[in-house]
């Protein structure tokens, strides 16, 4: 049987621990490192130290030898790592830690000069932005696609008329082509949300070192420019303790996955016996272990569930954030795993969504029927008689609502009514208000920018794509 964990003190750590005797209990150790998720950022921190070591050379604050050493180690580091043969020790705490202790083992007392005129606080927060930053440029174009897929079923039923809904009631008939580009349109303005983060976060904390900044003469510049940043941040101190780059990415993947979420609840509604709007194939489904008949929107559900994950994330960072002086605490080594599985949660939701709207089928028939249910073309009787009549539009409102309570009393749609009892409301009715009842009638008549109009919705379908693809 495996030794229990002890609280006994191990050694003193050997890269920090001069001023100290003994080494942390087993439980602090537990509690205090975080290499079970920061190591995922590896490449960064190696492409930092990297960066940091070339400066440090051209610079003459290290030998030429010695960044030569540094660099050769380096990169055995990264191919141990990636060949799964990098080993990982609690008691080295952190990707950074471990990096340098095994660059020691590699090269000897060089190593140790790596770490002149840098710490741990700007070596983090430079890899947590290059992380993101990475992230970022990952995430655009499974967006992108996701707004492909979305244009291309738009233009596929451009004229497919379908109920749209107010208050989960039949409001007006609209085009389903036109309900997708709606979506479009959110997953649009997630994209610039995100795009607007990635350029914020994109300035260097390397070379701001604990919090003061160095006596070194170091190039900040020059580093910044090595790892692809737009400058070095201007401020020592916040350059290690800001993390807003990291909350505005979470608050736009909050947003963006809640935008997911409402389109999986309309799968989930219109895939229903109830609405039969669409099918989605057996790839996006699941059956029951009980009840043969059943096909269960599954994927969709858990795009809406995972909706949860992310705004919790945000919510867990901004908890963490909310009463930390300047500069560095310790609760900040918290802000990485929130990002993390927002991140993660995205790289599943995105193209899973984006895979149900290639894959479900549409039941046009089914949503031409339900839109001329709850007398939808109401609003259009109202505008016909402001036009035809010149009635003002409220007593237009009040003359349909008459209408449409009688053809309620008589179990028909409005057109169901014959003239002369639509005469028995409002003695200017003519015979051509029959031209706008209709369903098909109702959504061409929609022109206005931005409106229904199946015109209108190839139109839109082909500016969406010159904007954004």
């Excluded at 959504?443 to 229904?452: A, C, L, P």
Aim: with cysteine; glycine share 6%.
């Amino acid at each position: 049987m495996a030794d229990e964990p002890s609280d006994a003190p191990a050694a003193a750590n050997t890269l920090w621990g001069g001023r100290f005797e003994t080494g942390a209990a087993d439980i602090m150790q537990r509690i205090n490192a975080s290499i079970g998720f920061d190591k995922r950022l590896y490449r960064q921190d190696l492409a930092g130290s990297r960066a940091h070591c070339n400066m440090l050379m051209s610079k003459g604050i290290i030998a030429e030898a010695d960044a030569r050493a540094i660099l050769k180690g380096l990169d055995e580091i990264e191919q141990e790592i990636a060949d799964g043969r990098f080993a990982y020790d609690l008691a080295r705490e952190d990707i950074h830690m471990h990096v340098e202790a095994r660059l020691t083992e590699l090269i000897g007392a060089a190593a140790g000069r790596l770490h002149t005129a840098r710490s741990r606080n700007d070596q983090i927060a430079t890899d947590f932005r290059l992380w993101l930053r990475d992230h970022i440029d990952a995430l655009d174009p499974a967006l992108a696609d996701l707004q492909a897929a979305l244009i291309e079923r738009a233009e596929q039923h451009a004229d497919a008329v379908m109920p749209g809904f107010t208050h989960l009631q039949a409001a007006q008939p609209v085009t389903f082509g036109h309900h997708l580009l709606a979506y479009a349109e959110m997953i649009g303005r997630d994209r610039g949300r995100i795009a607007d983060c990635r350029a914020r976060l994109n300035e260097s904390p390397l070379g701001a070192a604990a919090l003061a900044g160095t006596s070194f003469p170091i190039d900040r510049a020059a580093t910044a420019a090595a790892l692809g940043f737009d400058r070095p941040m201007a401020n020592s101190l916040d350059a290690v303790s800001a993390r807003d780059f990291a909350l505005e990415y979470l608050a736009a993947a909050a947003i963006l996955s809640t935008h997911l979420s409402r389109l999986a609840e309309e799968f989930v509604l219109w895939a229903s016996a109830q609405f039969a709007f669409i099918e989605l194939s057996d790839a996006f489904t699941t059956g029951s272990s009980i009840m043969p008949q059943k096909r269960n929107p599954d994927a969709a559900e858990l795009v809406r569930a995972k909706a949860g994950r992310v705004t919790g994330a945000l919510n867990a960072l901004l908890m963490v954030m909310k009463g930390l002086p300047l500069t560095y605490s310790k609760d900040m080594q918290d802000d990485k795993e929130p990002v993390f599985e927002a991140a993660d949660t995205l790289a599943l939701t995105v193209p899973a969504m984006a895979g149900m709207v290639r894959d479900f089928s549409v039941r046009t028939e089914t949503m031409h029927r339900a839109a001329g249910l709850g007398y939808a073309t109401a609003t259009d009787l109202a505008d016909w008689l402001v036009r035809a009549l010149g009635l003002p539009f409220r007593q237009a409102h009040h003359v349909t609502g008459r209408l449409v309570k009688r053809a309620a009393d008589r179990g028909v749609d409005l057109d169901g009514l014959s003239l002369a009892e639509m005469q028995a409301e409002e003695p200017g009715i003519t015979e051509a208000v029959f031209d706008v009842l209709g369903v098909d009638n109702s959504v061409r008549s929609r022109t206005s920018f931005g409106g229904t109009a199946p015109d209108n919705v190839r139109a839109a379908a082909a500016a969406a794509r010159e904007r954004w693809l």
